[in-house]
């Protein structure tokens, strides 16, 4: 279904420009056309009219008005106007780019028109030229001459202003070419009125300031992104670059400007400036697509593009003008070989492996190839302009534009998903910080309870719950240096269950146990106070400490201890008193009048081996 659709649309293109072609061949020949040097215009008024056809053509004569009133023996030949004579045969001689000759036309126009300004409007002639109009000479340009010694020469338009004061308008042109590729007359002569010389000129100029504003514009700008993206993109240096010389070479082209502006110059210097300045352009066109498609191009075709490039501006800027526009063509053709590698093998492979705007790329180099062959052809004379060199450039610039813009455009959505997928990641990670947050805080949670039941179990005695020994010797390690800083005494109490391996062996162990508990939980009571401290200090022996005691003090904390558990009245059957009871040996003492607290606990020990020879039940001080 495609391909149908393909070849239906390939056959319509097809049938328009034949139709195109006809319409121009139609047109052409309704034109008025200059027949054996006369054009007849007597029958009908014209505002523009391209003065082509075959006009008289005097070979290696410079020949003025007077000579064709005073002589009927002149033979004119005939030539084809606008065209070079390079390659018409004059007799037997076939002519080459360079001499020099003399063009007559007699214009045969409407009484009418007799007494009306009208306008000559020539362009490029030669390399030098003379015009008369009815016998007086309106001017030219350069200096014309007979060998290339006496020529000046001087590619410039010139608009003649003249009233016809007859019927017959005979104009005469003297040509020389020494100096440039194409010699005669090879641009229109134009017959018009005031009126349409302006509007002409106008739209012609528009036309041109347009394009070379077009290609300043597209020049700055790219080489405006080049300077402000963070990555420097070298390929819009190139771009921007290559439009700006293109500008320049499309001013030097000017026939308008480079006459006003570049009078001055000899021809062979603006020649020299427009053929290096676009061999420039042209590197710079190469060297974009170097940087634009890095991979898909092979670097020895690059080296042939600087060898080329360099090569043609040596060539350019040191032969002589007339070898050098001659040659202009093969240059031409060169280029167009270059390019078109960079059309089907560079374009394509970049468009098979889907590199970014490689199809807006292949359709740039597409017409600038085909302007380079336009100006190639219209060069050669072969065919006429459709259009020029810097349209077509201006168009692949353009191109170019649209692919920076999809690029960044591309660079855009990629940013933009990326930072859709950052933010998205971001309240991943957020959500997922949080939670492993949590996570830590409930384990740090734990492990501080963990750690607190290991500080406790460290320390605290596990059958009575009673600080244990390892906790009473850092207890009592602290309160001794504290009696030391402040002059205080301690008083210590060692508390042993009477009877217990009686007790334990008529009750068993877990009574044992409970009676342990007993004694505990009434040593509890007492250490409700922050200045008394109980633990168990091993088997059946407890330990209380009491800071900043006195004798009376301790004394009567040990009784309480010591009626306390009397009162519990738990049954001890093998003991005399017929209930489990303590016997309490009690120490007061510090750092004034012992060395170390060892030796105080040595002094309770001994008051309670007396409180148990007393009897038992008793507290010993």
């Known amino acids: 279904m495609n391909n149908r659709k393909n070849i239906l649309a390939a056959t319509l293109f097809v049938q328009i420009l034949i139709i195109l072609f006809q319409a121009v061949s139609l047109a052409e020949e309704l034109t008025p056309r200059a027949i054996n040097g006369n054009i007849d215009l007597s029958y009908e008024q014209v505002q523009q009219l391209p003065l082509q056809g075959e006009w008289e053509f005097y070979w290696k004569q410079r020949l003025e008005p007077k000579d064709f009133k005073s002589s009927n023996t002149l033979l004119p030949d005939y030539i084809e106007v606008p065209s070079s004579w390079k390659g018409k045969s004059i007799g037997a001689e076939t002519l080459g780019s360079t001499g020099f000759a003399t063009y007559r036309l007699q214009l045969y126009i409407d009484p009418a028109e007799t007494g009306q300004e009208k306008v000559l409007a020539l362009g490029n002639v030669g390399s030098a030229y003379e015009i008369w109009i009815d016998g007086v000479k309106r001017g030219g340009a350069g200096s014309v001459g007979i060998v290339a ?50 509007q002409s000129t106008l739209k012609t100029e528009i036309d041109s300031f347009l394009i070379i504003g077009g290609l300043l514009f597209m020049g700055v700008y790219n080489l405006i992104i080049f300077t402000v993206t963070i990555k420097f993109q070298r390929d819009l240096l190139m771009i921007g670059l290559a439009s700006v010389f293109m500008a320049i070479r499309s001013f030097l082209i000017n026939d308008y400007l480079s006459t006003l502006l570049l009078s001055d110059l000899p021809l062979s210097m603006i020649k020299r400036m427009e053929y290096i300045v676009e061999m420039v352009s042209f590197l710079f066109v190469i060297l974009s697509m170097r ?124 940013n933009q998903s990326l930072n859709d997928r950052l933010l998205e990641m971001n ?134 201890i010591r009626q306390s558990v009397q009162d519990l009245r738990e049954p001890h059957q093998t003991s005399p008193f017929g209930f489990l009871t303590v016997s309490i040996g009690v120490a007061i003492g510090g750092p004034h009048n012992f060395t170390r607290p060892e030796m105080l606990i040595e002094r309770a020990d001994k008051a309670l081996y007396q409180a148990k020879k007393d009897g038992r039940n008793k507290v010993v001080a």
């Open 291 to 414: 940087f634009l498609y890095p991979k898909d191009i092979h670097p020895l075709m690059v080296k042939v593009t600087y060898v080329y490039v360099l090569l043609c501006g040596v060539y350019n800027l040191f032969a002589p003008t007339l070898v050098f526009t001659q040659t202009m063509i093969y240059q031409f053709l060169i280029m167009v070989i270059i390019t078109a590698y960079f059309l089907f093998y560079v374009g394509l492979l970049a468009f098979i492996r889907k590199r970014e705007g490689a199809i807006f790329t292949i359709v740039g180099l597409i017409v600038l190839i085909l302007g380079i062959l336009n100006d190639v052809l219209s060069s050669a004379l072969i065919i006429p302009s459709l259009f020029e060199l810097e349209f077509s450039f201006l168009l692949f610039i353009m191109l170019q534009g649209v692919i920076v813009s999809y690029r960044y455009l591309a660079l855009s959505k990629r």
């Open 149 to 198: 010694s006496e020529e000046e020469a001087s590619l410039q338009i010139n608009h003649y202003h003249f009233i016809p004061t007859n019927e017959v308008i005979e104009i005469v042109i003297q040509v020389s070419n020494f100096s440039y590729r194409k010699g005669g007359i090879y641009t229109p002569i134009t017959y018009q009125s005031p009126s349409d010389v302006l």
């Open 427 to 560: 309240e991943q990670l957020e959500g997922t910080v949080e939670q492993r947050t949590l996570q830590l805080m409930e384990k740090n949670k734990e492990l501080a309870q963990a750690n607190l039941k290991l500080e406790a179990l460290s320390s605290t005695d596990g059958l009575t719950g009673l600080p244990n020994r390892r906790q009473l010797n850092s207890v009592l390690e602290d309160e001794w240096s504290k009696a030391a800083e402040k002059g205080n005494s301690l008083a210590i109490m060692l508390i042993d269950i009477d009877y217990y391996k009686n007790f334990n062996d008529t009750y068993g162990h877990l009574s044992g146990d409970d009676g342990l508990r007993l004694v505990a939980r009434v040593l509890m009571c007492q250490v409700k106070n922050s200045d008394i401290f109980a633990a168990r200090y091993g088997g059946e022996e407890f330990m209380v400490l009491i800071s900043e005691a006195t004798h009376e003090k301790a004394y009567q904390t040990a009784d309480s």
